[in-house]
């Protein structure tokens, strides 16, 4: 991280890849490294109209290439959907809290993730594997709108093929060729059987998605200081200044991005 928090490392965009419609993944080669762990964010910049705030969906490491996955859906993300290898951009952080995989160590990890909300998450899934010998069981559930809406749809099939990870996928709607399952992303807790109570589990998704999603996984038996979730919560500065990320007591960039559900519970218009 820079010595001042608000200065950017100038970053080359490396590569793009189409997601779905509306979802890219760029390849950020940042002129000074910057290493991060799984739950991190980075402000990204669009020179001359401004940042937003993304969590790496690459392998957490040293930082010398990182990836996010972007929806377009803002001048920042629509300016960044039209740009091609070569252009250049700006990164500052990383920012936030981490993921606490000592605690995550010796237990059964379960990851349920809907939409682009599957982004960050792949970073905790990715070091998760880096270091598969620390866990019992890792299970991925994973839902979107549609079958063109899944991100990640290659790896999707290379992940499904491994031995020591479970993957359950699902869509809202079918669109005839699909041949999976059908329904919201928590009916994929139907099919996993585990010991709920001393298990853990990671959710990130749209706000109704981490609203019923937490609440299946606790009607499931999970307890509430081993659900995290990754709130992403109109974060400006990053590093707890500004104020427009406060959840409750908190500060989103600055206490979070990952919370522990029995840290939130009661916050008025949590979702």
Known sequence: MSSNPYQPV????????????????????????????????????????????????SAPGRGERLTVTVMEAGTVTGALHGMAPGAELGLRGPYGNVYPLDRFA????????????????????????????????????????TPQDLIYKEQLKE?????????????????????????????????VELDAAGAVSAVCGPPVMMKFGTLALLDKGF????????????????IGKCGHCRVGPYYVCRDGPVFAYSKLQGIKDLW
């Open 10 to 57: 100038r970053t080359r965009l490396e590569d793009v890849a189409r997601e779905t419609g509306n979802i890219k993944t760029f390849l950020l080669a940042p002129e000074t490294a910057l290493p991060f762990e799984a739950g991190q964010f980075v402000q990204l910049t669009v020179p001359g109209l401004g940042e937003a705030p993304f969590t790496p969906s």
């Open 106 to 145: 010796g237990r059964d990890v379960l990851i349920m993730g809907g939409g682009v909300g599957l982004a960050p998450l792949r970073s905790l899934l990715l070091g998760l594997m880096q270091q598969r010998d620390r866990f019992a069981r890792i299970i991925l559930c994973y839902g979107a709108r």
């Open 159 to 191: 992940w499904s093929r491994l031995d020591n990870l479970e993957v359950h996928l699902t869509v809202d709607q079918s669109d005839g060729a699909w041949d999976g399952k059908v329904g919201v992303v928590t009916t994929t807790l139907d099919d």
């Open 223 to 238: 307890t509430p200081e081993n659900i995290y979730m990754s709130l992403e919560k109109n974060m400006s500065c990053g």
